[in-house]
């Protein structure tokens, strides 16, 4: 039987370096789907993780990969309840593709509730 486990969050400077490595096709001690991951759940720099999200979406070859870091931004909307506009427009982007896996659809339905539904949802309980 397979757990998961949640990774744990990297400090930016290894993150940094596993992330490079992994796209420039080199050899890491850290899987960077787990860093990235570990980013996208724990990291308080929204900014950051999300920069990395993009990069490894535009820049990698690894399709799960690109795919762990549509789930991330799924995540990061769910957890500050705001991406940048090009991130959105990429996780619509990346759902679209049919190389990938099924978790471009988990970010889908992530920035479509917390970025749309549910401020939106919010507004009118306001009267707004």
């Given at each position: ?17 596993a992330l490079t490595a ?51 931004l799924g995540h990061l ?52």
């Amino acid at each position: 039987m397979d757990i998961y486990e949640n990774p744990p969050l990297a400090p930016h400077g290894q993150a940094d370096e596993a992330l490079t490595a992994a796209l420039e096709g080199r050899n890491q001690a850290l899987s960077p789907n787990s860093v990235l991951v570990g980013l996208a759940l724990y990291d308080d720099d929204r900014i950051f993780v999300e920069g990395w999200c993009n990069r490894i979406a535009h820049e990698s070859t690894d399709l799960w990969l690109v795919a762990t870091a549509s789930l991330c931004l799924g995540h990061l909307a769910r957890r500050f309840g705001y991406l940048e506009p090009e991130s959105v427009m990429l996780v619509r982007r990346l759902a679209e593709r049919t190389d990938l896996d099924g978790r471009v659809f988990s970010a889908l339905d992530d920035v479509t509730f917390f970025l749309e539904e549910l401020p939106n949802r919010r507004k009118s309980e306001q009267g707004d």
